[in-house]
């Protein structure tokens, strides 16, 4: 494992299928009556988010505690960061605290990144979201879903997802969840095509490794695993689509859509969840939806990431395994 996770695409195969494997292992503390270990006793993790979130916090921060780490929340809103201060005075106040890791969000692209490189700080630092970048461990959480699901929970240890193939579906043009997936499950050997209108597929998705397409319904039938992506809304500052009834007939995922699909195939949404837009009710609430699934996953996933980042090089699990030097 490297020293930080900024991207997704930074993952060779071996890295990324060791996350899937020490997550596997985490996913039996939750099992435990006490899901609790020491690995990160005395180790201090902060919290940085510059930008809203719920699901991905709370995941970080129970992962976190169930690692034994001491946890800092830092918001940007009521602190300094809205009275003007920049990201390196917040990054050289956290290095004087002494912190080990730092998770952050930023809605720029490229500030974990720059935080990681810059010398402001001597901490690990995790990617959770900036901007239309990356969100790498969202990428990790959904590829460890499809392979529980599609490989089998036992079967899937030590394997990647070679062969299968996995559609996600929407705002592509806004979406790190789409970019960071596009290039986790590449490495691990599945098969992407991307499906939106023409106006929310982004300049330069050619040479991105998967296919593009237009057609929600000619994907269906061979699709191992279908994911939908939310409209961000918050993000567009122009009219991509004439009208949310058009948006969800040509590219909503309904139950008429969802039987068009092998019987093995999964429905994932890496939330949160506009129903009646991009899925309808019948097919959110379906057992080929993994939406909870996902959540669940995404703490044994972080978990996982923060134990070999910061808890020593031996992974969690007892299968031999080849790394690339």
């Excluded at 039996?28 to 020491?38: E, F, G, H, S, W």
């Excluded at 009521?78 to 969000?105: C, F, H, N, P, Y």
């Excluded at 809605?107 to 935080?115: E, I, K």
């Excluded at 995404?298 to 080849?322: C, F, Q, W």
Aim: glycine share 8%.
């Amino acid at each position: 494992m490297q020293r930080h996770l900024i991207s997704a695409a930074d993952l060779t195969r071996d890295d990324a299928v060791l996350i899937l494997d020490t997550a596997e292992e985490m996913a039996r503390v939750a099992d435990r009556p006490i899901k609790k270990l020491p690995t990160l006793r005395g180790r201090t993790v902060v919290n940085l988010f510059f930008e809203d979130s719920t699901r991905t916090r709370i995941s970080f921060e129970a992962a976190e505690k169930r690692l034994s780490a001491d946890v800092i929340n830092f918001t940007a809103k009521g602190s300094s960061v809205s009275k003007g201060e920049s990201l390196k005075d917040t990054a050289q106040t956290l290095e004087a605290m002494g912190v080990d890791a730092v998770v952050i969000r930023h809605g720029a692209s490229g500030a974990p990144y720059r935080l990681a490189t810059s010398g402001w700080i001597d901490a690990a630092v995790i990617n959770a979201g900036d901007g239309t970048h990356q969100h790498p461990t969202q990428a990790l959480l959904d590829a460890f879903t499809m392979r529980r699901r599609l490989v089998g929970r036992d079967a899937g240890i030590g394997q990647d997802l070679s062969g299968k193939r996995i559609t996600i579906v929407g705002d592509v043009l806004h979406s790190r969840v789409a970019r960071s997936n596009v290039d986790l499950l590449h490495t691990l050997g599945a098969e992407v095509t991307l499906v939106a209108p023409p106006t929310l597929v982004p300049v330069g998705v050619e040479n991105w490794p998967c296919e593009i397409s237009y057609d929600l319904d000619s994907t269906l039938s061979k699709s191992d695993a279908v994911m939908m992506l939310r409209v961000q809304r918050e993000r567009m500052n122009a009219a991509f689509f004439p009208t949310e009834r058009e948006y969800s007939r040509r590219y909503g995922l309904d139950g008429d859509r969802m039987a068009k699909m092998p019987e093995h195939a999964i429905v994932m949404h890496p939330g949160p969840m506009v129903r009646g837009m991009e899925i309808t009710a019948e097919v959110a609430d379906s057992e080929r939806c993994t939406v909870v699934e996902q959540v669940a996953n995404g703490v044994s996933i972080r978990m996982a990431v923060l134990y070999l980042l910061l808890g020593g090089n031996e992974p969690a699990v007892t299968h031999t395994r080849t790394e690339e030097k």
